[in-house]
């Protein structure tokens, strides 16, 4: 399974595996792309970081890269219905590193997202 995690930070050790998990999806200036069968793991940046609030288009963030699911600390309604829609899970992760998320995962213990923790506003701080 492939699996998103957006993040601030570019680089770090392991293709950005402790680089920890940004707390809103969209204005996330990278993603870490995990295999979880594999452990292999590249970084890419984000391509649509500068949109307009509910105007994200989760397709150009991820560019050509394909995942089956993402990890994130927060989220829009516009975000999670369209990501939804294209058959991609969405889990709510923790504050942490990509690493310390992937690991509850694979453990069963992240929840899925769902509409009523998802940001309503531009003010992200009380959905993350």
């Given at each position: 399974m492939k699996?998103?995690?957006?993040?601030?930070?570019?680089?770090g050790?392991?293709?950005?595996?402790?680089?920890?998990?940004?707390?809103?999806?969209?204005?996330?200036?990278?993603?870490?792309?995990?295999d979880?069968?594999?452990g292999?793991?590249?970084?890419?940046?984000?391509?649509d970081?500068?949109?307009k609030?509910g105007?994200?288009?989760p397709?150009?963030?991820?560019g050509?890269a394909k995942?089956?699911a993402?990890?994130?600390?927060?989220?829009?309604?516009?975000?999670?219905?369209k990501?939804?829609?294209?058959g991609i899970?969405v889990?709510?992760?923790?504050?942490?590193?990509?690493?310390?998320?992937?690991?509850?995962?694979?453990k069963?213990?992240?929840?899925?997202f769902?509409?009523?923790q998802?940001c309503?506003?531009?003010?992200?701080?009380?959905?993350?």
């Amino acid at each position: 399974m492939k699996i998103a995690f957006p993040t601030s930070q570019e680089g770090g050790q392991g293709s950005g595996m402790e680089n920890p998990v940004h707390d809103h999806f969209g204005s996330a200036g990278f993603f870490v792309i995990v295999d979880s069968e594999t452990g292999e793991s590249e970084m890419i940046r984000n391509r649509d970081r500068h949109h307009k609030h509910g105007e994200c288009q989760p397709g150009r963030f991820l560019g050509s890269a394909k995942v089956d699911a993402i990890i994130a600390g927060g989220m829009g309604k516009g975000a999670l219905s369209k990501l939804s829609k294209e058959g991609i899970a969405v889990y709510r992760g923790i504050e942490g590193s990509v690493s310390e998320n992937l690991a509850l995962f694979k453990k069963g213990k992240l929840p899925a997202f769902t509409m009523d923790q998802t940001c309503t506003d531009a003010d992200h701080h009380h959905c993350c």
